[in-house]
């Protein structure tokens, strides 16, 4: 069974500030990392992905750093806005051809103003 | 293009009352589905996943069942809802092959 360690449970970061969540799993049989953003009372989307043939991916004002050796990936959003108040999940996929995702526990992000 | 439609938003049910939620796909044929469900605050519980029709796998002991009759419908059944069972379900589909997840709406299951 995959094992997913997200951190931190909370962030509260002042506008325009750096926020940055981590993620640690277990098993390395995978090709597929992916970060999801859900606002109250709806249900996740995706937001960014790496696939492990990168160690860094960019989209906007999101990036994923991903480090193999440690096992660990992490999502960065510069710039933090109100509108990123929300919570954020990673996903690690597991082998087989259901492909599940075990998600880890949540980062609730507060930007403030 | 894709989309999945689940329902009702919020419901609102007795203790021992049956339960039946319903997630359908369209757009898009043969995908993985699944259940999950979200106590307040927490993370996402994965309860059931289906690979094809009558396929059905459960990830964790409970009060719930699921069905899969058609190919892009998913059913989240209970017959005797208990307290511990309220909290945000949502359904989601993949094409497999570690890919994007895609989620419903969710519920706001109260059991009362």
């Known amino acids: 069974q995959q094992q997913v360690k997200q951190s931190p449970q909370s962030l509260i970061v002042q506008k325009g500030g750096i926020s940055i969540i981590n993620c640690a799993y277990e098993?390395?049989?995978?090709?597929?990392f992916p970060w999801y953003q859900q606002f109250p009372g709806k249900g996740p989307a995706l937001l960014i992905a790496i696939r492990p043939d990168v160690s860094e991916k960019k989209e906007g004002r999101f990036t994923i750093s991903f480090n193999k050796s440690a096992k660990q990936f992490s999502l960065h959003i510069m710039d933090s806005q109100p509108g990123d108040s929300a919570t954020y999940f990673c996903?690690?996929?597991?082998?087989?051809?259901?492909?599940?995702?075990?998600f880890g526990t949540g980062t609730r992000l507060q930007v403030t103003l | 293009s894709q989309t999945i439609h689940q329902w009702p938003a919020t419901l609102v049910q007795p203790v021992g009352s049956p339960l039946s939620l319903e997630c359908t796909v369209e757009g898009t044929s043969n995908p993985n589905l699944y259940w999950y469900r979200q106590a307040a605050g927490r993370g996402l519980q994965l309860l059931f996943y289906?690979?094809?029709?009558?396929?059905i796998s459960s990830e964790v002991p409970q009060n719930l069942s699921a069905s899969r009759t058609q190919d892009r419908q998913f059913i989240l059944s209970s017959k005797k809802l208990l307290l511990s069972d309220s909290g945000f379900y949502l359904c989601?589909?993949?094409?497999?092959?570690?890919?994007?997840?895609?989620f419903g709406q969710g519920t706001r299951l109260t059991v009362v």
């Open positions: 996903a690690v996929p597991n082998t087989g051809t259901a492909s599940k995702l075990t």
């Open positions: 989601a589909w993949t094409l497999g092959g570690n890919t994007e997840a895609f």
């Open positions: 098993n390395t049989a995978f090709d597929y």
């Open positions: 289906s690979v094809g029709i009558g396929q």
